[in-house]
């Protein structure tokens, strides 16, 4: 057995129960707070033993001066944001938690972006190094503190959003961003079609648009940035509008990265004759407004995000001329919440030799097949 | 072809492909020679997949493809193909893989690790006539280009439509996006605007079993695991790109320069932590030290500060009010940090004049000196005072002079090295120098490369960064894309027996990996 990590005496009872686990041939359900258990496949094993990190939590380095924070895995998402919203700084991801146990390892690991993405970058840009244990219990390091850093494979930005397929995070180093200077939310009234060709429109200036969404034929716009760049747009924009009062808007953009918004409710689970389900969209830029397939003759309501490049359907729609309808759109679909388990896998299929690379990737990091199967893919 | 070849167990995998040495592993060794019986084998089995134009052998006509950007190692390889379509590259990577051919990619040999150093018995895969913008999208902001196409000629296509591709490597004017893929390329404005890594959204890539995977996708967040993430500053070692898409930026109106002088090297690091520190994220933020000032003012005359230990040039970029507003703060940092000397450009004329310094480093290095080594490694900002006078010393001890010219802004530095490569012992005193300055990145919480990659230059300085552990897992990633071995081999990770020969193993505490192993 390799030992060239001293392993904390904390982490080596994780790494104990792996290597137990892959004696005995026993699955390992990875989390942390539990808020995004809901998200993924169901796991393949019945019998799964938990792997808790919550435990391990902690920020073990913060230097504002860096733009680094370094946290246990267990770190409860709401202390992280607090710590850095102190020195007036912030997750660039915007990433949502979905309950107030949301732990940051889990974040990272579950690959989920809020109204910023589109502006700032995904959870994996933000992501400098990991720590981690692998299907073997042996603690390796990825990455560091610093973004630029190209030796070896990146492996660190590889474990995030794979839904702890690949080993447990212990440990994450984020670059976070300065929080911006100024902040204005724009709610223009405006149907779909025009909603997405003006959202093409500003993204091609140089606006400091942070978030763009359309909800119930409004169009809603956050400008964040120098407080001339924001009320220079505010100006070429607002169509005189005043802007939304900002504990409003603040609490409207909450309300879509918390899926709290009215139109998250999922309908009754006896509303209609299939699993009614939300369905997230990905799609490429300049995707004009859908006309999906649709069940029963009810056209699903929309909700529109990052500028149109994610949107949410909700309502009966079925799972496999979804999926086809959308990749000859050039995306992608993933049924992402519902009241009842579907043989329909969450996400896209992956096939040929693509999924050979993901089959032989997951047997490098975790030979016994031990970490959340089936959750990423009902093979992996 | 089986559909899936299980990876061989850690302890098989440093035996099952010990290299015969076919490149020279030190500035200092010999280039291999030519197995001229080999070599006609594998001219047959490519000639009869392609046209005689795109296949060379003959010295005169491989010779320029001997090295990179790192021109102390050369190795002619044993063929050169020059294909011009993707069922062309499918069809050399079958052959090869069925022959055991090892295979190096180039795009425009303009790296700096040796990336693209050939195999004494493999088959040099120039890129360059893959040079066709394939799309620009205004409205959708991104271009679709193939893995020649320079970096300048992507921002020069989108600029009709006031875009612009933001990485912007030293070398743009030459470099080629496929080669910024496979080095995941930063340059003066990734502070601002991220690496290559930040800017792809798709790669098509061929494997070497002669399969087409897309990575990524054009619309966000790709089912299953990242693999465009992982394909990116891959080094050509997981697979051959042919064609990838990017995004593109709006141009800003105006762009600004602020020059900074400093009355120590100190004092400029602490400034550019204050700078960030004060929530200001610049487009650009490079320090120049005297000796770089020295070296590159009579050649760029860009109006540097000859008396100062160490300037800074920090750029702001947006809509007029935005970069007034910054610059203003900018240069408040600046005073509170003690700034001896501020000039802010005054036009777009002026501004370029005051970058033409710092992005003519090389020319100018090349004048004062025969050769120059560009080392390339990142450390964390609070570092920067402390190693540059570390680095001092070590010109000292070394007998060589080394300028500073870098990313403050990241901590991405490029201590040049300044030396004649026709005294082996200066040649050997550079390497070493170059050696101490990256251990010493390491030991301060960095990291052996922030931008150039890792080639051959580096590989045994891996053996410092990573444990076994980690690099085993590196191998087996490799082995997940190429379990033939055969793409760009004996380059980024080193094996066991390499770093038991080098003698730098990595001990985390105070346990000595494979114990019971021999050293020699």
Not at chain 1, 211 to 224: G, H, M
Request: proline residues 7%.
């Amino acid at each position: 057995m390799s030992n060239s990590e001293a392993i904390p005496p904390a982490l080596r009872l994780f790494s104990e129960q792996i290597r137990a686990a892959g004696v005995d041939g026993k699955a390992l359900a990875v989390g942390g707070g539990g808020t995004k258990a809901f998200y993924g496949n169901g796991l393949r094993a019945a019998d799964a033993q938990a792997l808790c990190l919550s435990a391990w939590r902690g920020i073990v380095s913060y230097e504002p001066s860096e733009l680094v924070v370094v946290a246990k895995a267990g770190t409860p998402l709401v202390e992280l944001e607090a710590a850095l919203a102190e020195r007036g700084q912030m997750l660039g991801f915007e990433p949502p938690h979905f309950g107030h146990q949301a732990t940051i390892g889990g974040c990272v690991a579950a690959g989920l972006s809020g109204p910023r993405r589109m502006a700032s970058g995904a959870v994996r840009d933000f992501v400098l190094g990991i720590e981690m244990l692998d299907g073997r219990g042996q603690l390796l390091r990825f990455g560091g503190q610093v973004m630029k850093n190209v030796a070896g494979y990146d492996i660190a930005r590889l474990l995030a959003g794979s839904l702890g397929a690949l080993g447990v995070l212990t440990e994450v180093s984020l670059k976070v961003l300065p929080r911006p200077l100024a902040q204005t939310t724009l709610a223009l009234p405006m149907g779909q079609a025009q909603a997405l060709a003006a959202f093409d429109q500003w993204a091609a200036q140089p606006l400091p648009i942070s978030a763009a969404a359309w909800v119930d034929e409004t169009a809603w716009i956050r400008l964040s940035g120098a407080r001339a760049a924001v009320e220079g747009a505010v100006r070429a924009l607002g169509k005189g509008l005043a802007p939304v009062e900002p504990a409003l808007a603040d609490g409207f953009w909450t309300s879509l990265r918390e899926q709290t918004h009215p139109f998250f409710t999922l309908p009754s689970a006896s509303a209609s004759p299939s699993s009614p389900a939300l369905w997230r969209l990905a799609l490429p830029a300049r995707c004009a407004p859908l006309a999906p397939p649709q069940e029963a003759g009810v056209a699903p309501a929309t909700l529109i995000e990052w500028g149109g490049a994610q949107r949410w359907l909700q309502g009966g729609v079925e799972g496999a001329a979804l999926r086809a309808w959308v990749a000859g759109l050039g995306g992608h679909a993933t049924r992402f919440r519902s009241h009842h388990a579907s043989a329909d896998a969450v996400f896209s299929p992956l096939s040929g030799p693509l999924l050979t690379i993901h089959r032989r990737l997951k047997k490098a990091f975790d030979p016994h097949a031990l970490f959340n199967p089936g959750r990423l893919h009902p093979e992996l | 072809m089986p559909a899936v070849i299980d990876p061989p167990s850690l302890t098989d995998r440093d035996t099952q492909r010990e290299p015969s040495v076919a490149a020279p592993h030190s500035p200092l060794a010999a280039q291999m020679p030519i197995d001229a019986a080999r070599q006609q084998d594998v001219l047959s089995a490519l000639r009869a997949v392609l046209p005689a134009h795109c296949v060379l052998w003959r010295e005169e006509e491989t010779r320029p493809y001997e090295c990179d950007g790192l021109s102390m190692y050369r190795q002619l390889p044993m063929v050169v193909v020059l294909p011009e379509t993707e069922a062309q590259v499918v069809a050399v990577l079958r052959r090869c893989r069925e022959l055991g051919v090892p295979v190096v990619a180039r795009g425009a040999g303009t790296g700096l690790s040796g990336g693209a150093l050939p195999h004494a018995e493999g088959v040099l895969l120039g890129m360059a006539k893959f040079n066709r913008i394939v799309a620009i999208d205004p409205l959708a902001r991104t271009a679709t280009v193939q893995p020649g196409v320079r970096n300048l000629a992507i921002s020069e296509a989108a600029a009709p439509h006031g875009l612009y591709y933001a990485p912007d490597p030293s070398s743009q004017v030459a470099c080629s996006i496929g080669g910024n893929i496979a080095e995941n390329s930063g340059g003066v404005h990734c502070l601002k605007y991220g690496l290559t890594v930040h800017n792809v959204l798709r790669a098509r890539v061929v494997t070497i079993d002669g399969e087409v995977v897309e990575l990524g996708g054009l619309a966000p967040d790709a089912p299953g695991l990242d693999l465009l993430a992982l394909y990116v500053g891959s080094e050509g070692m997981l697979g051959v790109l042919t064609e990838a898409t990017v995004k593109l930026v709006p141009k800003p109106a105006l762009a600004r320069v602020i020059m900074a002088s400093f009355a120590t090297v100190e004092a400029a690091g602490d400034a550019v932590s204050a700078i960030i520190s004060a929530g200001i994220i610049p487009a650009g933020l490079e320090m120049i030290d005297r000796k770089g000032v020295a070296m590159v003012e009579p050649f760029a005359k860009a109006g540097y500060d000859l008396e100062a230990a160490a300037i800074l040039l920090c750029e702001s970029d947006g809509t007029p009010e935005e970069v007034a507003e910054e610059v203003a703060h900018m240069q408040a940092v600046f005073e509170g940090a003690g700034a001896t000397r501020l000039a802010v450009s005054r036009s777009e004329p002026e501004r370029l004049r005051f970058w033409a310094g710092r992005k003519n480093a090389f020319p100018a290095a090349g004048r004062v000196s025969p050769d120059y080594y560009c080392m390339d490694g990142t450390i964390p900002r609070k570092r920067l005072g402390e190693v540059l006078t570390a680095i001092e010393a070590m010109q000292e001890r070394y007998g060589l002079r080394c300028a500073n010219v870098f990313h403050a802004g990241d901590g991405n530095l490029h201590p040049l090295i300044l030396f004649d490569a026709n005294d082996r012992d200066e040649l050997a005193r550079a390497d070493a120098f170059g050696v101490e300055i990256l251990e010493l990145c390491v030991a301060v919480g960095g990291t052996v490369t922030g931008e150039h990659g890792v080639g051959i230059e580096k590989i045994n300085q891996m053996c410092s960064q990573f444990s076994r552990d980690e690099l085993d897992l590196f191998l087996a990633v490799k082995h997940a894309f190429d379990p033939s071995g055969l793409l760009n081999p004996e380059k980024l990770i080193p094996t066991l027996h390499r770093c038991a020969e080098y003698g730098r193993m990595h001990v985390r505490g105070g346990h000595l990996p494979f114990a019971d192993l021999p050293r020699f």
